[in-house]
């Protein structure tokens, strides 16, 4: 192709890929979130192992909170909210039929 050269990029599109794999996975923030003014770092059980993921929340959550991954936001970074580490404790001592 005339002008092409190797290592040029020059009319191709980058694009963003999105690491779903993480949706859905619990782990422990690292370092806090800051809500809308910044990230922090989750590290998630995924794939066997753990992983970091940058994580952002609506609102800040300090260093240490149990999280749930819930939407990806690019490459190793998601959305995540507060999640207790038994789901099932916080139905208030339901007792099995």
Known sequence: MPGW??????GVREQAV????ALGST?????????AAG???ALLGIRGGTEAYIAWSERPLPRGTQVLAVTAR?????????WPEDP??????????
């Open 5 to 10: 050269r190797p290592g040029s990029t020059r």
């Open 74 to 82: 690019g490459p190793r970074a998601v959305e995540v909210v507060p």
């Open 39 to 41: 990230p922090g770092e």
């Open 18 to 21: 999105q690491d779903e794999s």
């Open 88 to 97: 099932l404790d916080e139905l208030g001592g339901i007792e099995p039929s």
């Open 27 to 35: 782990g422990v923030l690292t370092i806090g979130t800051r809500g």
